[in-house]
């Protein structure tokens, strides 16, 4: 299965982070805004997705298919049950939603099973779906486009299924829960004369990246007082990602080195031990030679789960800060 796949991952990877170039703003409320005029009935509720495009929903709606696996977990912690859902690809889905029916992957969708459903609303993935947008216009389905790529992102799309779900309240109070434990988490940081550095290489396949700008990983090093060196790099930028250079790694040489894989870890540890372990450049970096160089886990930081990114913040905190103690 693996291999079935591994072609298209790097091509669904890069559709991903640059969806998460859109301003999160597009996500807010707009109730009332655009409504045609014979509409006479206020709708239940409407709101702009992440193509700027407004999505008008009638009633509250009952059969919800889910087609992004960022946006799921978030759906089911404020209390959503879906009719339909992708099989994994990114990240697990919620226990609670591990025998809903599948309707095919994330990249690979399958319509007919979509509409087999009976939807009366699709969530999709932000440029991996907008294909879809004028099938479901057809089918008179609603249809919203979402994506997260940085914590603000996931703190949006979780007030967003609150009002989706009619569960508004809950979905404020997770919010507020989540930022006050990762505050409680900040807060135990020592102060430090200097922040200590870092830098995140991403694996997608074959390729090798380092995340220079908001991504879900940056976003947490960055609030853990930590500074990402790789900002001061030139590079083709291709939403925050820019491709990895061993020259320039040695050049900025950060304390800490982060290690993500869009796939497994254990490939991302092959990779390493193939590519760069016997290279005298790579063994000369600090993190190496001080040991601090982290495989991180995908369900933590590749894609934010929902509310439970405060474990993503513990990890990381744990990683750096109990290893400078010791």
Excluded at 67 to 72: C, K, P
Excluded at 220 to 235: C, F, H, M, P
Aim: net charge negative.
């Amino acid at each position: 299965m693996k291999h079935r796949f591994k072609p298209v991952i790097i091509i669904l990877i890069i559709m991903v982070i640059v969806s998460g170039c859109q301003n999160t703003s597009q996500q807010q409320e707009g109730k009332r805004e655009g409504l045609d005029a014979d509409q006479s009935v206020e709708s239940y509720l409407s709101f702009k997705d992440f193509d700027g495009q407004l999505v008008i929903l009638q009633d509250k709606p009952q059969n919800i298919v889910v087609l992004n696996d960022q946006v799921l977990h978030s759906f089911y912690q404020v209390g959503g049950k879906a009719v339909g859902i992708t099989n994994a690809f990114t990240i697990d889905p919620p226990e609670e939603a591990i025998d809903v029916p599948k309707v095919g992957f994330m990249h690979e969708v399958n319509i007919e099973k979509v509409l087999e459903l009976k939807p009366d609303l699709v969530i999709g993935q932000r440029f991996t779906h907008g294909d879809l947008r004028k099938i479901f216009k057809e089918a008179n389905i609603p249809f919203a486009n979402l994506n997260t790529q940085s914590i603000e992102d996931m703190r949006q799309n979780t007030l967003l299924m609150g009002k989706i779900t009619g569960n508004e309240k809950k979905a404020e109070n997770l919010i507020k829960e989540m930022d006050s434990e990762i505050n409680q988490v900040i807060d135990q940081i020592p102060e430090e004369k200097e922040m200590p550095t870092y830098a995140i290489v991403t694996v997608m396949g074959d390729a090798v990246f380092v995340e220079q700008s908001s991504t879900i990983a940056v976003d947490i090093a960055n609030q853990l007082k930590l500074r990402n060196v790789t900002e001061s790099l030139d590079g083709e930028i291709m939403a925050g990602y820019i491709p990895f250079s061993m020259e320039e790694m040695v050049k900025i040489d950060p304390d800490y080195l982060f290690i993500l894989s869009h796939t497994t870890n254990e490939e991302a540890e092959q990779m390493v031990e193939s590519n760069y372990k016997s290279n005298p450049a790579w063994n000369s970096l600090s993190a190496v030679s001080n040991d601090h160089i982290y495989f991180l886990p995908k369900d933590k930081f590749v894609m934010a789960p929902g509310v439970d990114v405060v474990d993503s913040y513990k990890y990381m905190a744990d990683l750096v800060y109990s290893s400078q103690s010791n």
